[in-house]
């Protein structure tokens, strides 16, 4: 991107995150709940070409992406398209960040394909429901609770959702037929039914994944396109990196043109798409009920079908979404609204409901290509969602000859990279024990995602809760023992921190008196006041002493509010220790420190 169109883009989002004003209907806060107007006026002919580029490489990438993805969520392949373009519009107003694009995904279509039973109505309903959701949480600032889910447990989901993606695919790719669903199973019948591989969709299968993974090393050693170079050495630049970019698009065209060849000669060794519904999509409401030849299944009966999903889909989603955000934000240095993207996705999803969309969220890939072709605004996503409208109502009719081995190459090679293969290394490295949280994760999403995550999150509580509970306390030893908690002390951890003073100042001959530094302490609650009141109780009743050093001001008026008996305090560790050693042999409470000055009381009163 050019450094001027850069520079603009920075001032844009500097201005659109600037202290909230007060007014609700003030220009400011007009901005961050409809954020197009903070770069609309600054809009130039510059931005309009590299975001109509942008938005026309993300198009021909999103095309082929939903007609795979919808294979993937176990549906019919227009509504992958019906997902992809949505999500244009609706974040063009609300977007906070100009190179998330939003639209189906694999890990979203995998989790329609879990909770949907692959009936579009229920498909339709669970966007609707969680588009709800993530409204309800944007509107009431929520976007935190995603910070309870840790990193590990969101690498063994998608590690685990990359795998089983994949996994998935191979029996597209194979030409084999009759494979369940489920991950252990679908494992078993691939093997047991290897032999029955249709050569024509293998070999298809196998070249479109070269091919791909050629024009991907292609794209990244292409090197930039600069003003200085001869007109001729940029055209062929700009093909090269228009036929890279676009190679998923490039490469099922290919693969479509192979098989409508041979339909031609009469002979078809491809399992082709088949028939995709024509035109675009009817605006109507989602399907609230579902008629079948069965008999009609109620609202309430297709929310208890869903189940978990409905926790799960939109909590994922937004995860993904604000996680890509995020990282692009960062790499491209301006800020997003969390919260605020949480209102763009979620009304992405409530409006897409109504064109029959699936749940959508933010695409890495396709953000990475929107990034990577220099995009200045969210304006680059009115091209893409046009692009996806254009084919609904004329291309349709030529996805017939699209081969499902292109189109599980494309899913393949799009899930790939989410598979981190170094993060095992990393956390062993860094903090084993974030592998427990991550490796169950990763084990437990085989079976059940839901089961994975609840499972991986409760691990990571509970090791959060353990650091809290039990405190890393620093002891330095010698008449006077000092000990000094690394952390905040919150109430699990008083029984242990009490355990801990007693056996190491009372339990030994002879008796010390102990400090106990609080520069680490920042608050207290009422059963730690309680716990020191009896810490105290207990040092007096062995006639030895527990006195205080580094309260800070919160903590301090918290103890003197409690008017415990004995309470003594000192500013510095040398005060301290200076008083408690003046004369041991003395009653504690006489030679052990002074009384709290009755000036220092009143001005932590005030």
């Not at 899930?415 to 490796?439: C, E």
């Amino acid at each position: 991107m050019p450094s001027s169109v850069k520079a603009l883009g920075q001032a844009r989002s500097s201005r659109s995150t600037m202290a909230p004003d007060s007014c609700c209907c003030s220009p400011a806060a007009m901005q961050r709940r409809l954020p197009i107007l903070a770069w609309l006026p600054d809009y130039s002919l510059q931005w309009l070409k590299m975001d109509f580029i942008a938005g026309l490489s993300v198009g021909l990438t999103v095309i082929p992406q939903a007609l795979a993805y919808a294979e993937v969520a176990g549906l019919p392949p227009q509504y992958g398209l019906y997902s992809a373009f949505m999500g244009c519009f609706v974040y063009f107003f609300l977007g906070t960040s100009r190179d998330v694009t939003l639209g189906p995904t694999a890990i979203m279509s995998l989790l329609v394909s879990f909770y949907t039973f692959h009936e579009p109505a229920y498909a339709v309903l669970l966007a609707f429901l969680s588009g709800c959701i993530q409204l309800a949480m944007g509107f009431l600032r929520l976007g935190f609770l995603l910070d309870f889910i840790s990193c590990p447990v969101i690498k063994g989901f998608t590690s685990a959702a990359t795998v089983t993606i994949g996994f998935g695919q191979i029996k597209n790719l194979l030409g084999l037929q009759n494979i369940p669903r489920q991950f252990f199973l679908q494992v078993y019948h691939t093997f047991l039914n290897i032999g029955e591989t249709r050569v024509g969709d293998a070999v298809l299968g196998l070249v479109c994944m070269v091919l791909l993974l050629v024009l991907k090393l292609m794209r990244d050693h292409v090197p930039p396109v600069h003003p200085e170079m001869p007109p001729g050495v940029r055209l062929s630049h700009g093909l090269v990196w228009t036929a890279t970019t676009a190679r998923n698009a490039l490469v099922v065209s290919f693969a479509a043109l192979v098989a409508y060849s041979f339909e031609v000669t009469g002979y078809q060794p491809f399992i082709l798409t088949g028939e995709t519904a024509e035109g675009l999509p009817p605006v109507r409401t989602p399907p609230f009920s579902l008629t079948t030849a069965n008999g009609t299944t109620s609202f309430a009966e297709m929310v208890q079908d869903m189940g978990t999903g409905l926790a799960v889909v939109p909590l994922v989603g937004l995860l993904e979404s604000i996680a890509v955000a995020k990282a692009f934000a960062s790499q491209n240095n301006y800020r997003i609204d969390a919260n605020q993207e949480l209102l763009a996705i979620g009304l992405t999803n409530v409006l897409g409901s109504l064109v029959s969309s699936y749940p959508v969220t933010g695409s890495f890939g396709r953000t990475a290509v929107n990034a990577q072709s220099g995009v200045c605004t969210p304006a680059g996503g009115l091209v893409t969602g046009a692009l996806v409208l254009l084919s609904l109502d004329y291309l349709t009719s030529l996805f017939y000859y699209i081969p499902k081995a292109a189109l599980a190459a494309v899913i393949i090679m799009a899930v790939a990279p989410l598979f981190d293969t170094k993060i095992f290394g990393t956390l062993w490295r860094v903090k084993r024990l974030d592998l427990l949280p991550l490796s169950i994760t990763f084990l437990l999403c085989f079976w059940e995602v839901q089961y994975g995550i609840l499972a991986g999150t409760l691990v990571s509580l509970l090791i959060l809760l353990h650091a809290v509970a039990r405190p890393k306390t620093q002891v330095s030893e010698g008449p006077v023992l000092v000990l000094q908690p690394a952390s905040g002390l919150h109430f699990p951890a008083i029984e242990a921190l009490r355990e801990a003073i007693l056996n190491q100042a009372l339990e030994g001959s002879p008796r010390r008196c102990a400090i106990l530094e609080c520069i680490h302490v920042c608050s207290i609650d009422y059963t730690v006041v309680l716990g020191l009141g009896d810490l105290l109780e207990d040092f007096r009743r062995q006639g030895a002493a527990l006195v205080f050093v580094g309260l800070q001001v919160p903590v301090l008026r918290t103890l003197l509010a409690a008017d415990l008996k004995g309470f003594q305090y000192f500013s510095t560790r040398e005060e301290a220790e200076n008083h408690l050693q003046q004369d041991p042999g003395t009653q504690p409470y006489n030679s052990c420190g002074d009384p709290v000055p009755e000036h220092k009381v009143a001005l932590l009163k005030a």
